[in-house]
């Protein structure tokens, strides 16, 4: 079993590496690395929603998460990694509480109430989130003019995109998956600016591979205290897909290059990803699950690429005034 991990671990890193790692400058592989994140997490959205059509979301997202984590932590341990130490177990568990279990699961929790493109949509709104936390609480920046009217622009052109869905929102259950998916932005955006100020000086993987394992386990607990939950031998093969495509696709290959990119670029620049996948979940979306695409949904995606043509150019203003 431990060798068949190992080799999955390396198949997948064989498969990703010469894409967007290899004879590269640094800041070129983290741009790479952005633009996979972009993509790949934006079809994870309609891998958790078909998931949820047939098991519990917790108890998916834990299931999910625990795998991957254990697929890092058994390739780094075969790699010389050892046990965190005391104050590293405390980061690790404080990080997998906002990105794995909050984030994570209220998002996957969401989608039983409402489309997966709507779900990236609304998550969508976590550079917002990054640009008001990081500017007004902790105090750690400055946003200049064009930053600014980037993001207000992106983010126009995503409520633009919601502005189709107002009616359901009568629906008591479609208005519980928006304050769920809600949270979870928030949680993502906490947790991206934790792991900058945090997560400098220790390995971005092996914390990556303890935060998945923790709060997968903290994930299945909740499932199990809740009641939401089957038997693992009782889970349909449909789930089963959705799981294996998130562990491989959504948690080992784009939480890879998503920690890879976040050490080399700003976090509100990496957080630009969270624009480009609610795109790609409205088209898979659309193509693989008959969900609503039509002209508001396409001028709407067309005002967020230009918010995000913005808010990079304001980056590079301001690394250069620095």
Known sequence: MKNYIYDVYDKVRILIEPVYLRNQTQRTRALLAVGVVCILWGTTWL??????EYMPALQLA????????????????????????????IQFFLMGML??????????????????????VIG????????????????????????????????GGILFIFSDYLHDLLNSSFSLGIVLNVIASI????????????ARHVDPYFSLG????????????????TGQYVPVKNIPLQSVYSIGYLV?????????????ALKRLPAAQVSIHAYINPIVAIVVGALLNNEKLNFVIAAGTAVTLLGIFLVNTGFKKQRKEE
């Open 99 to 120: 990105l794995i279990v909050i984030n994570n699961g209220l998002s996957t929790w969401s989608m039983k109430f409402m489309p997966s493109g709507l779900g990236a």
């Open 124 to 155: 969508a709104a976590s550079p917002l989130w990054i640009a008001l936390l990081s500017t007004f609480i902790f105090k750690e920046s400055k946003l200049n003019i064009i930053t600014i009217a980037g993001l207000l622009l992106g983010t």
């Open 62 to 89: 834990g299931l999910r998460q625990l795998s991957a984590g254990i697929i890092y932590l058994g390739y780094l341990y075969y790699k010389g990694f050892r046990l965190p130490n005391r104050q590293q177990f």
């Open 47 to 52: 891998a958790s929603k078909k998931g949820v």
């Open 248 to 260: 491989l696709i959504g948690s080992v290959a784009a939480y890879s290059a998503f920690i890879y």
């Open 210 to 225: 303890w935060q998945m394992f923790l709060g997968g386990i903290v994930l299945l607990l909740a499932s199990r205290v």
């Open 187 to 198: 949680a993502w955006a906490l947790g991206t600016i934790y792991t900058v100020k945090n």
